[in-house]
């Protein structure tokens, strides 16, 4: 992998597998390449441009392979500057029925339940949690 596009394409190929394995009821961190892009020294890919519409039938094929094989998708609010998974991939997962659950990724106590304010009172996180 050498591009950012390349590497959230494989990251939605390896979900689709984990879906499709039968080994787990969920997915967490299902667009994680968000927070590999911020932090290029420690990975070093390839500035492509990287637009998630570049990704849509990966997304499309990892959420199906989500709802066919009856997993959760996650919605997570611990890496601070935005909500996980991204609005497009919540809104297809609600579109598509995919239950969701809050993972707040607590690593301190102190850290559980945070931002689940901000979850509620955003769309589509909102609809997806209630």
Known sequence: VKTRTEYA????????????????DAVAHIDMYKWVFTLPDRFPL???GFKEENIKEDI??????????????????HFKK?????????????ELGIKFYFGSDAHKPQDVGDKLDCILNTEPYRR???
Not at 9 to 24: D, I, P, Q, R, V
Not at 65 to 76: M, S, T, V
Not at 82 to 94: N, Q
């Open 82 to 94: 935005e909500l996980y998974p991204s609005p497009y991939i919540t809104k297809r997962a609600l």
């Open 60 to 77: 499309e094929k990892a959420l199906n392979a989500i709802k066919q094989n009856g997993l959760e998708l996650e919605i997570n609010p």
């Open 9 to 24: 394409k494989a990251m939605m190929e390896n979900t689709t597998s984990l879906a499709n394995s039968g080994y787990f």
């Open 46 to 48: 390839m500035d492509d």
């Open 128 to 130: 997806a949690l209630l």
